[in-house]
């Protein structure tokens, strides 16, 4: 291959880069503008580009290759003919037709993919695509750029712990341009002005904090778990999905000192009974300071959720402190729950879930609205107003076989700014349960403080 600034100079001559005064997206005027696209429409120069940025990567850390829309995904096609790294596509247009497939192509859920990109800025397009690939169960590692246009996005990437690749950079490319006397002095000397002034800082908006939280979600149920999570410095629910009586007192005995609520599935108990069952967990209940969430996920009109609530034999309404309910019967049919605080099914952590982003969208305005809602059960990002709870949490496995998802605590808090993590099979499934659940508990407070 010829050196790197013969190819370069090659790529120039293409019309890549102009210069002038160019308005950008943003309004900003720019002495320079870039656009890698005809780069595509050359096979020889794209087949070395391939080569140039595929030369410059550990390529055993990859196990599949995606460009990012549009520009890019040429560039990773040919890196992926040049390297046999399987490829896949990230569809652009994802977000409109909600339950379309957001990557298509051939991956296993864990693998490492490599991202590709044509010109990095302020790296706002790829904060934006990392999320929507890592959700599908594909780990990003690596990004390769073919140019850094140095306005900061590669700095904020590499905070955030990504590795970035880039080929070139512009002052690189100016010197190049310079002693070629393609461009000069003053021209330069104006560009690296532009840089000056221009460069996104790394100011990222952090997660806020429980005590900040505290005075933001005035439900009285709100105020209570976020009191018990600052006390007791964790932000860990059990899910108790066992089916006697006996063992959810013993699991509740074990883990009592380290969660901030136990949460039930309690019609699936063989044994219920409401002096044995309810008597006692209200005891341990205030004997380790923890809340008793009903995961019931009421789902009906207004006047059976009533009844569910309060009558037949479970009486929840008698001993729960908070309980889930879907919000799909509409906002009046929440107005039953009023000695309780309700956490509103926003989305859902199963495969195939019906809960895109249209439903989140309108479940969350319900959630929002209605005085009797203080959280939201979800896998993506809510309002601050609401109490995040996210279920789908362990650290050893990624599914069950059954449909579930899992993640870990680090991705709950550091993508979601989730507020709780559920954690059923991952502690109660555990050789020692109490010991499962500090490691949670510990993972969780770790993953929150991080986050902070
Ligand atoms: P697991 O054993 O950690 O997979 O249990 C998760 C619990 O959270 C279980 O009780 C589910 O009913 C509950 N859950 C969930 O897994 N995913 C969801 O989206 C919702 C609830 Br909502």
């Not at 002038?20 to 794209?46: A, C, H, M």
């Not at 596509?89 to 994802?94: D, G, L, T």
């Not at 989730?418 to 949670?440: N, P, W």
Request: glycine residues 6%; contains cysteine; hydrophobic residues 40%.
């Amino acid at each position: 291959m010829e050196s790197k600034k013969e190819f370069f100079l090659e790529c120039y001559k293409l019309g890549i880069i102009k210069f002038g005064r160019f308005t950008l997206k943003s309004g900003i005027e720019s002495p320079f503008y870039v656009d890698l696209r005809p780069l595509s429409s050359d096979p020889k120069i794209l087949k070395h580009l391939a080569n140039y940025l595929l030369d410059m990567l550990p390529l055993d850390n990859f196990d599949l290759i995606c460009g990012v829309p549009y520009a890019a995904m040429p560039m990773a096609t040919a890196m992926s003919l040049e390297s046999y790294i399987p490829l896949i596509i990230k569809r652009k247009e994802a977000k409109t037709y909600g339950t379309k497939k957001v990557i298509e192509g051939i991956y296993k859920k864990g693998q490492n993919c490599l991202l590709v990109e044509d010109v990095i800025t302020s790296g706002a397009s790829l904060l934006e695509t990392i999320p929507e690939i890592e959700n599908e169960g594909i780990t990003v590692s690596d990004v390769v750029v073919v140019l850094d246009r140095q306005q900061g996005g590669k700095e904020i990437l590499e905070k955030k712990g990504f590795r970035v690749h880039t080929l070139f950079t512009i002052s690189e490319v100016c010197k190049m341009l310079r002693e070629e006397e393609h461009l000069t002095d003053d021209e330069v000397g104006r560009i690296n002005d532009f840089l000056a002034g221009n460069t996104v800082k790394f100011n990222e908006e952090k997660r806020i904090s429980y005590e900040q939280k505290l005075k933001i979600c005035d439900h009285s149920v709100a105020q209570k778990i976020l009191e018990t999570a600052i006390e007791k410095k964790s932000n860990l629910i059990v899910s108790a999905d066992v089916t006697s009586t006996a063992e959810l007192l013993a699991l509740a005995e074990k883990v009592g000192p380290h969660i901030v609520a136990l949460k039930t599935h309690i019609d699936i108990l063989l044994d219920f009974d409401a002096d044995e069952t309810i008597l006692p967990l209200k005891d341990l209940a205030t004997k380790y300071n923890f809340l008793l969430m009903e995961d019931r996920k009421f789902a009906d009109i207004g006047n059976t959720q009533e009844m569910q609530f309060a009558y037949g034999i479970f009486k929840i309404s008698q001993w729960a402190d908070l309980v889930t309910a879907q919000v799909i019967a509409g906002y009046d049919s929440l107005d039953c729950f009023r000695n309780v605080g309700v956490v509103a099914i926003l989305g859902m952590s199963s495969k195939g879930t019906l809960t895109n982003e249209d439903y989140r969208d309108e479940a969350t305005k319900i959630a929002l609205s209605h005085p009797n809602v203080f959280g939201g059960v979800c896998q993506n990002k809510i309002p601050n107003e609401l109490l995040l709870f996210t279920p789908g949490i362990n650290l050893a496995d990624s599914a069950d076989g059954k449909g579930q998802q899992y993640n870990t605590p680090e991705h709950a808090f550091s993508q979601l700014e989730t507020d709780f993590i559920i954690v059923g099979r991952g502690i109660y499934k555990a050789d020692d349960a109490e010991q499962a659940a500090l490691s949670y508990k510990i993972a969780g407070w770790q993953a929150y403080e991080q986050s902070l």
